[in-house]
C-alpha cells in the first residue's frame, strides 16, 4: 500500500487530531511569476510547435522509461509543453490526439478561473454571501449560519457544510458542521454550485458563458457533462487542457490578449486561500507548502504536497489521476488523462510523486 494512501486510511479513523486555524500563520498572497518569451499555438488549428527533447539537453535515455511508467499505469495521454511548445505527446491505450477525456476535479480550476471572469466584468463578488446568488435556503442551515457562507467559502472548501453528502447539491444534504471558514473540507456539492452562482450572476446558462469568456477565447475543444446528474464534469482532448495551462503560465493572457486582467484574482486563486489548507488556492492545489490537507481527511501533514515536483508547482488534481501540472519556474505544463494508477483517491496521489521522480529523471 503507497505512503499517502496509508495516511489517508489513517487520518478517517483519527478525524479528530487535526490542527486548528488559529494554529496557522497569517495568509501571504504570492506574487505568480512571469514566463518570458512564451509561444502560442493558433485557435481553431491543428498547428502547434515543437522542441525536441535532445535541442532542450534533456535526458533522452530515460524516455522510454518514463514512456513505460505512464503506460503500464494507464495512462492515455499525456503532453509536456516547454515555453509553450511541446516537447513531448504521448497517447497510449487506444487513446488518439482528438479523444475527448474527463478531467475530473481537474476541472475544478476551468471553474475558479471562470469565477474571476465573473467577478471581473461586474457580475459577483466572491466576498458577497452565496445567497445572494442562489437564494436563501440553499442549503439546509439556520439563516445566520447560511449567511456566513460566501462565494470564496466555496472557491476554498471552508464552507462548513457537512462533506459526508459528497455530491449532493440539494437544501437536505447541505447540512451544519461548522461555521463557514473554521474547517476545511473538500466537497464536491458546494463547489458544483459556484457553476450556478455564475449562472445566476451572469443570466446565462453556465456552459455559454464557460464558452464564450474562456474556452472559445484560447481555441479549446471541450464541454460540460454531468456524469452522475449532480457533479459536472469538463470532457475534451488533453491538447485542450494544455491550452488552459499555458493560459494560467502565462496569467491570464493568451498570445497577447488579457482573458483575465485581474491580478489580485490570478495571485490569490494560485496562493495559499485560507489557514486551514496551505496547500490550497482557490479549487487549485499548490506544491512547496510546509503542510497540506488531502481530501476526505482532517488531518495535516508535514511537508509538501509532491516532495519529488518543484516546489512552485501547482496544479489541477482530479480522480484516477487526471493531472494538470503548472511549473513557472521551468516553464513547463504537464498533461496526464488516463485510468486510475490504482488508488481511487479524489486528487493528490502518489502517483504523482512517483510520475515526478521519473519526469525530473528525463529533464534534469
Not at 234 to 247: D, E, I, K, T, V
Request: hydrophobic residues 35%; negative net charge; proline residues 3%.
Amino acid at each position: 500500500m503507497k505512503p499517502l494512501f496509508i495516511l489517508i486510511i489513517w487520518s478517517l479513523i483519527f478525524v479528530g487530531c487535526s490542527t486548528t486555524a488559529d494554529e496557522a500563520p497569517v495568509i501571504q498572497q504570492e506574487e505568480t511569476p512571469i514566463v518570458a518569451n512564451l509561444y502560442f499555438p493558433p485557435s481553431q488549428s491543428a498547428e502547434w510547435a515543437t522542441i525536441t527533447t535532445s535541442e532542450l539537453g534533456w535526458n533522452t535515455e530515460n524516455e522510454q522509461e518514463l514512456r513505460t511508467f505512464l503506460e503500464n499505469n494507464g495512462t492515455k495521454a499525456f503532453i509536456i509543453l516547454k515555453d509553450g511548445r511541446i516537447a513531448v505527446e504521448w497517447y497510449l491505450n487506444e487513446h488518439t490526439q482528438n479523444t475527448s477525456w474527463y478531467w475530473a476535479s481537474a476541472g475544478k480550476t476551468l471553474t475558479a478561473f471562470t469565477v474571476g471572469l465573473a467577478q471581473e466584468n461586474g457580475f459577483l463578488n466572491s466576498d458577497d454571501k452565496t445567497s445572494d446568488y442562489l437564494e436563501t435556503g440553499w442549503t439546509a442551515l439556520e439563516a445566520d449560519k447560511e449567511a456566513l457562507i460566501t462565494v470564496k467559502h466555496q472557491l476554498t472548501m471552508t464552507t462548513g457544510l457537512n462533506d459526508q453528502q459528497f455530491d449532493c447539491i440539494t437544501p437536505e444534504c447541505l447540512t451544519y458542521v461548522a461555521d463557514a471558514g473554521s474547517r476545511w473540507a473538500y466537497h464536491n456539492g458546494p463547489y458544483t454550485l459556484l457553476q450556478k452562482v455564475v449562472a445566476n450572476a451572469t443570466e446565462t446558462e453556465w456552459s455559454d458563458y464557460f464558452n464564450q469568456s474562456l474556452r472559445d477565447k484560447i481555441g479549446m475543444d471541450g464541454f460540460w457533462f454531468s456524469t452522475d446528474d449532480l457533479n459536472n464534469v469538463y470532457f475534451s482532448s488533453a491538447r485542450s487542457m494544455a491550452r488552459f495551462g499555458l493560459l494560467n503560465l502565462n496569467n491570464g493572457v493568451w498570445d497577447g490578449e488579457t482573458i483575465l486582467a485581474d491580478t489580485e484574482y490570478l495571485n490569490s486563486m494560485k496562493s495559499t486561500s485560507q489557514n486551514l489548507n496551505r496547500a490550497y488556492g482557490y479549487l487549485w492545489w499548490l506544491n512547496g507548502k510546509s503542510s497540506y490537507r488531502a481530501p476526505a481527511s482532517q488531518l495535516e501533514f508535514s511537508g509538501p504536497l509532491v516532495e519529488n515536483a518543484p516546489s512552485d508547482m501547482y496544479g489541477g488534481l482530479g480522480k484516477n489521476d487526471q493531472k494538470l501540472y503548472v511549473v513557472p519556474s521551468k516553464g513547463l505544463v504537464v498533461i496526464r488523462m488516463g485510468e486510475d494508477s490504482g488508488e481511487d483517491l479524489l486528487g493528490p496521489s502518489s502517483f504523482d510523486n512517483e510520475l515526478w521522480g521519473k519526469i525530473n529523471e528525463f529533464i534534469n
